[in-house]
């Protein structure tokens, strides 16, 4: 993507600071490229909605924001990402700290198969957050009402995680997240294996925890993009097609191929 | 994808009763008619597989049951002094065990006053054990002061009495082919009819070690050897079965050399056991000269043997661990380790586990590879360390089953029991352990 597209893209502009900075990343998945050079700024405070048809590179960008993408032996990623202004893939940065720092919520629900109370204490144990007992029930009761989970689940903390409804595993999963303190949030469709119910009450909670971190969320869903976002990212083929506020993408795309999709003409 | 969607084709048109007419029932009653065929053949190989089962357990029952009784013969055995103390040193390690057996066959003597002649005293001390001084020498053992007196003391009758007497040999058969002569079953029958027979419980079979002779041999130097054996081998094949199926599972790079590593460990669970053995006979014996017929080389064998079925069994309880753990774990921050360690591994726990029982019953049962590091040395004790000759219950049944005696032919029979059940209990074992751990959610 040349400059002029990228001034382009850069248009809408929050009051916010910068918080996540993506610069030409660039990724590939053994010779195949997946990803040809993106542009996006993440506003602290803000949630980014990233849209595109199956395949477009959404869910690989995210990924590329907690290099979760390492796990995966054939992957390289190129270009910058700078979370504060501090480039994330520099070889010295420790990833387990980039973790802590930038939390993640998968499509499907994956609490681990322990108590609801050991599946948030073990984030904060794995970082060194608490020490005591009561240091552990305090992040806990806090995660868990952050999430809206509190009050399902305070009477049976000793219950496996497992045991919960699929909303509840998922808001388990964002407690989780949430225990540790992060900056960043990265949500990879959170509502793809919900019911409605389920969807609208991740879909409060997401608004309600802006407030004190910064959101990535991919979405097939464009009603909720619409929903939950300020700003939004479309991706079409690996290409960031265009990035804006959500209101102005929706209403008003300046690119045939946004216009094309969140008219449903294709997806 | 993101093409812009086709109208859909049409599917051809069939006619009205193309789902309904003739030809539809017919086929749906042939489709029926092979789902019946095939259930009846499973039943069939079901059914084939039991009585082959029940035919094995049957003749093991039938063949090893009678050697886990004994028939003993109660004689007043004049624990004579001069006899057993030549020295009159009064002290036990002085004392003339060999001489011990006088003292049985002069009780049986005794029994029979009339019987005079060397040949006829011969066959009439044949009824007894010719080890029936072993026998005393417990007894002494147990109580020195028993020495000068006169007890009763029932001594376990020779193999051919014993066969006779539980019916393992069939009485009527003309005298040439019995191991004992007309004469010896007169007395023997004279001495059942006053009482002086019992059959008891065999208990020997489960405290002595082998023997040249059936009612002094046992299987418990051979089980502990078997549990030395398989101490060494669990030691050995756990860990690093476990090891390399996470590296190779979680860690290793997908590359030509793991595949080439994969095919061999898949090749190797399938390779001949008794080339384990002569692998162990060059490296263990011959280069690194540790001892033969030990449980350290034999658990050491058995554990290479084991090796490759707890790494396949292993990866592939890794393998079924969902992905989504480890991404669950890994997006909270652990290292890989850690994803492996605290979560993927105790998921992983029931199939390593089954897997690793499942290779060792194997182990147990396994002879070929022992044969070719000694193992089938005649040890008449038990083993006290891993570096004492020993036997496994295995080769003591491919020894006892190659010996004449008809004693020894219903003590094999019995070993496979004893053997059995040590399957069935570690078979048992792992079901309970899989249930255990599954549980924990």
């Known amino acids: 993507m040349d400059t002029t597209t990228l001034t382009k893209n850069m248009e809408a502009v929050s009051t916010q600071p910068v918080k996540v900075c993506a610069r030409d990343v660039k990724v590939f998945y053994g010779a195949k490229r997946a990803l040809h050079g993106v542009n996006v700024d993440v506003y602290q405070n803000e949630v980014l909605a990233l849209i595109g048809p199956s395949g477009c590179g959404k869910s690989t960008f995210l990924r590329t924001l907690n290099r979760m993408n390492d796990t995966i032996d054939i992957c390289r990623v190129e270009g910058k990402i700078l979370l504060d202004g501090e480039d994330i893939y520099d070889p010295k940065l420790d990833v387990v700290q980039l973790r802590a720092r930038v939390g993640m919520v998968f499509q499907k629900p994956n609490p681990f198969p322990k108590s609801i109370y050991d599946n948030i204490t073990y984030g904060p144990k794995l970082h060194g957050l608490a020490t005591r007992k009561d240091e552990f029930d305090e992040i806990v009761e806090r995660s868990l009402k952050r999430a809206g989970l509190w009050n399902e689940v305070k009477d049976r903390l000793q219950e496996p995680g497992t045991g919960l409804s699929g909303g509840q595993q998922q808001r388990l999963c964002i407690a989780r997240a949430v225990a540790v303190s992060p900056e960043v949030i990265l949500m990879d469709e959170p509502c793809s294996a919900l019911d409605p119910i389920a969807t609208a009450h991740i879909e409060e909670l997401i608004d309600e925890l802006r407030e004190s971190f910064t959101i990535a969320i991919v979405t097939h869903n464009m009603q909720q993009a619409a929903r939950v976002s300020q700003r939004t990212a479309f991706f079409h083929l690996g290409d960031l097609v265009e990035v804006g506020n959500t209101e102005e993408i929706f209403t008003n795309p300046r690119d045939e191929r946004t216009q094309g999709y969140i008219t449903g003409r294709y997806g | ?441």
């Open chain 2, 1 to 441: 994808m993101t093409e812009i969607a086709e109208p859909m084709q049409a599917a051809a048109p069939v006619s009205a009763s193309f789902h309904t007419g003739n030809a539809a029932m017919k086929r749906l009653r042939s489709r029926y008619a092979a789902e019946r065929r095939f259930k009846i053949y499973g039943i069939l190989a079901i059914s084939f597989a039991c009585i082959m089962l029940v035919i094995l357990l049957f003749t093991l029952l039938k063949g090893g049951v009678s050697a886990f009784w004994q028939t003993e013969m109660r004689l007043e055995v004049t624990l004579d002094a001069a006899i057993i103390d030549p020295q009159g040193t009064g002290n036990p390690a002085d004392w003339d065990r060999g001489a011990l057996q006088t003292l049985a066959n002069n009780a049986i003597y005794k029994e029979f006053p009339e019987v005079e002649g060397r040949v006829e005293k011969r066959d009439l001390r044949g009824l007894i054990s010719p080890v029936a001084g072993v026998f005393i020498s417990k007894i002494l053992d147990k109580d020195p002061s028993l020495v000068g007196q006169t007890v009763q003391v029932w001594i376990p009758t020779s193999d051919g009495v014993n066969q006779i007497l539980k019916g393992g040999i069939d009485r009527t058969l003309p005298e040439a082919q019995r191991p004992i002569s007309d004469k010896q079953l007169a007395w023997v029958d004279k001495m059942e009819a006053s009482g002086h027979l019992k059959t008891a419980f065999n208990s020997t079979f489960f405290t002595s070690s082998d023997s040249n002779y059936p009612e002094l041999a046992g299987l418990f130097g051979a089980a502990i050897g078997t549990l030395l054996t398989m101490s060494v081998t669990l030691l050995v094949s756990l860990p690093v079965g476990v090891a390399a199926a996470v590296y190779l599972e979680e860690f290793a790079p997908k590359n030509k050399l793991t595949d080439l590593i994969e095919v061999n460990i898949n090749n190797l669970a399938a390779v001949p056991s008794i080339v384990f053995g002569l692998l162990g006979l060059a490296v263990f014996l011959n280069f690194f000269g540790m001892p033969r017929s030990a449980p350290l080389v034999g658990g050491l064998v058995l554990g290479l043997l084991v090796m490759p079925t707890i790494i396949i069994a292993s990866r592939a309880a890794l393998k079924g661990v969902p992905p989504s753990i480890r991404e669950a774990a890994l997006g909270m921050g652990a290292s890989r380790l850690q994803a492996i360690t605290h979560h993927v591994l105790p998921l992983a726990m029931p199939g390593i586990m089954t897997g690793t029982i499942i290779g060792m019953a194997h182990a147990v049962g396994e002879t070929a590879p022992l044969l070719m590091i000694g193992m089938n040395a005649f040890v008449t004790q038990a083993p006290t360390s891993l570096f004492d000759s020993s036997s496994v219950l295995p080769v003591q049944i491919f020894i006892w089953a190659d010996k004449p005696e008809r004693g020894f032919v219903e003590l094999t029979s019995a070993a496979i029991l004893v053997l059995l059940a040590f399957l069935i209990t570690m078979n048992g074992a792992a079901i309970w352990l899989r249930k255990k751990f599954e549980r924990r959610w």
